[in-house]
């Protein structure tokens, strides 16, 4: 192991948690957390929100349909971005389409220059007005793919054009086709600069996710809104929430500082 | 030096807001130049919007949810909220230092909304609806649920009429407004949830509950996403102009203000 990468990699994130966990001692402290009766208070309404009649469940469901509509936007976000991204690279290095390309870029600002929300309102209701049949989580992975798209694309272009041009060059002077040249050597240098980025973008799906209880969907956040609408009480449910996803998030922040030593080393 | 001095100015205005003692509230008249809080898009947000008239937009603050609401109530934000009876009366019993004024702003009907011309559906709900007040239906789908307890009722226990034949019956609701409708687990109980449950078996269809936010109902319903929404809606005017509306089935519902029980002094 490389001592330097575990110093970077261990240190500070222990650091930012020492610092969120001693955030919220504090904050149970001022609210006079820490005295018998609060305590047991605190356990009477933990086993109301959470224990009682297996009230858990409904955040476990509710952690499925956000990891599931999370994961299924994230498959449309990437082929979407990817084609797109390749479309206006393309374009640029001198390939013949126009109206492909004028179609991206519309694609790409108006999917970015419009709220998340707006657009999963209008896919609901607007577009799949008539669909009933059809399971509302896979709206929201259309609505979330096709948006994640947008942003995925720009990451991708990003990572095609910090490419070495010679690179491209050397490729076309070997006799390869543009096509060939962009898949087999181009694309695979690109992938692995954006693979963090792309975490990144998931992570951020992740918790865009929890606008979908608007459109009828219990995803996580709806979950503790529906154990507070059966319980009345209103911080509980939003703090484990909150835990949930905070777990979830340091996780996979931690996976991609794994990732991105792993890729950083192959390169040397 | 300065630093200090604007500190202490700070300081002394925080003070002077603080010790501004306000007089407790004794009549709904006062609210008109009160903070209020209301449910997006319920009777409750037009009744205070009414009250608070040209003030409306910088006192009244409205809510997706009804926890939210009394959340910043009991935080001092609000001074009330404006709000169903029986909804407020189970807030009551679970959740400590709350009061309702004992004078009621106004008493509604509430009656389920179909979309504008929907008038086949309608008429076979009305129908139904007079068939379940006749034979004691209601009434006892009621008295199931007014003692303030139901605990005992199981989303289990309510028949969707599932694989029925004539096809799906799409119902639209919010399910945080026990005792009309509240999620339990995967499941949905309450008076509306039993009424639709009855009317989906005669109409001989399967009942399928979309748990929506309050204020996107009216879309849900006007856009076919749902056949119909019931979720203890009032039946306006206003509303009537974007949907049609069945027979009555709750008559005089008050709507209430909730107040901190230590800022309330009723008239004697």
């Known amino acids: 192991m490389n001592p330097k990468s575990k110093r970077y990699g261990a240190g500070r994130g222990d650091v930012l948690l020492w610092l969120v966990g001693a955030c919220l001692l504090y904050l149970l402290w001022e609210s006079g957390f820490f005295t018998a009766a609060a305590w047991q208070d605190f356990n009477r309404r933990f086993y109301q929100n959470f224990v009682k009649d297996d009230r858990y469940m409904m955040l476990v469901d509710g952690l499925k349909a956000t990891i599931f509509m999370t994961s299924g936007a994230t498959v449309i976000g990437v082929a979407v971005g990817l084609i797109l991204s390749v479309i206006r690279v393309a374009y640029k290095g001198g390939v013949p389409i126009p109206l492909l390309n004028k179609f991206a870029e519309t694609y790409i600002s108006v999917l970015r220059g419009t709220p998340a929300m707006v657009q999963l309102l209008i896919w609901n209701f607007t577009i799949f007005a008539s669909a009933r049949d059809l399971n509302t989580q896979y709206i929201a992975i259309l609505a979330f793919g096709l948006n994640s798209g947008a942003y995925v694309a720009e990451i991708f272009r990003g990572g095609i054009e910090s490419i070495d041009p010679g690179q491209m060059e050397a490729a076309r002077s070997l006799g390869l086709s543009y096509g060939t040249s962009m898949r087999r050597v181009i694309l695979p240098q690109a992938l692995r600069n954006v693979i963090p980025m792309l975490f990144n973008e998931f992570i951020a799906l992740l918790k865009e996710t929890s606008i979908a209880g608007y459109i009828g969907i219990d995803d996580l956040t709806r979950a503790g809104q529906n154990i507070q609408a059966l319980t009345l009480e209103h911080s509980q449910p939003l703090i484990m929430v909150a835990i949930i996803y905070l777990v979830i998030v340091l996780f996979l922040t931690r996976l991609v500082r794994k990732l991105e030593e792993w890729l950083s080393r192959g390169r040397r | ?268």
């Open chain 2, 1 to 268: 030096m300065r630093k200090l001095a604007v500190c202490l100015l700070v300081l002394a205005v925080l003070a002077g807001v603080c010790s501004a003692e306000e007089g407790k509230l004794k009549t709904v008249a006062q609210l008109k130049t009160e903070r209020l809080a209301a449910q997006r898009g319920t009777v409750g947000q037009f009744l205070a919007e009414d009250l608070l008239g040209d003030k409306k937009g910088s006192l009244l603050t409205t809510f997706e949810k009804y926890v939210d609401a009394i959340a910043a109530l009991r935080q001092g934000k609000v001074r009330a909220v404006v709000m169903d009876e029986m909804p407020a009366k189970r807030f009551l019993n679970e959740v400590e230092g709350l009061a309702i004024m004992s004078e009621a702003l106004s008493e509604e009907n509430y009656a389920i909304g179909f979309r504008k011309g929907n008038t086949e559906l309608v008429g076979k709900v009305n129908e139904i609806l007079a068939e379940m007040k006749a034979n004691g239906t209601l009434d006892a789908i009621f008295a199931k649920y007014l003692n303030g307890d139901y605990s005992s009722v199981k989303p289990e226990d309510i028949d969707f009429n599932k694989g029925a034949k004539g096809g799906k019956l799409y119902v639209g609701t919010e399910a945080g407004f026990a005792p009309y409708e509240l999620r339990v687990g995967s499941g949905f109980i309450g008076i509306d949830v039993e009424m639709c449950a009855y009317i989906a078996k005669k109409l001989d269809r399967e009942l399928v509950i979309e748990n929506m936010n309050f204020d996107a109902l009216p879309m849900a319903v006007s856009t076919n996403k749902v056949d119909m929404i019931c979720a203890g809606i009032t039946v306006t005017d206003e509303r009537r102009e974007n949907m049609d509306f069945s027979e009555n089935y709750v008559v005089g519902a008050k709507q209430v203000a909730v107040v901190r029980a230590d800022d309330y002094e009723p008239e004697k």
